[in-house]
């Protein structure tokens, strides 16, 4: 079973700093794509930023040059480092995996979509 656990949320002045994780099992971690999404009440949840197997980072318009993601292979730990905080970015923050498939020559297939979700932290940012 798949499991994405994260922690770290938490209230914070604007200007201030944030570093959520996220501990992965049951996963083939640093095989494929993870990332961080976030949804505010009454709006869409959308995607703060992701991380692909051979380094490439994706970065939300509204995050961009604020906040960093980064990954610990040994311990199975997804990191989003959070830097300047805005009271715009309060909502609840998910870490997120595609979905994969594992053949019986061990090679790992992963997916378009994403399909695992872990159960959310608040981020509050006050003025």
């Known amino acids: 079973q798949v499991q994405l656990v994260e922690s770290g949320g938490g209230s914070v002045q604007a200007g201030g700093s944030l570093k959520l994780s996220c501990t992965v099992s049951?996963?083939?971690?640093?095989?494929?794509?993870m990332g961080w999404f976030r949804q505010a009440p009454g709006q869409e949840r959308e995607l703060v930023s992701s991380?692909?197997?051979?380094?490439?980072?994706r970065y939300g318009d509204s995050v961009k040059g604020r906040f960093t993601i980064a990954q610990d292979n040994t311990r199975n730990t997804l990191y989003l480092q959070m830097n300047n905080l805005k009271p715009e970015d309060t909502a609840v923050y998910y870490c997120?995996?595609?979905?994969?498939?594992?053949?019986?020559?061990?090679?790992?297939?992963?997916?378009?979509?994403?399909?695992?979700w872990g159960q959310g932290t608040q981020v509050t940012v006050s003025s």
């Open positions: 049951g996963y083939v971690f640093g095989s494929c794509e």
């Open positions: 991380a692909s197997p051979n380094g490439t980072e």
């Open positions: 997120a995996a595609v979905g994969f498939d594992v053949h019986i020559s061990t090679k790992v297939f992963c997916g378009e979509n994403w399909r695992y």
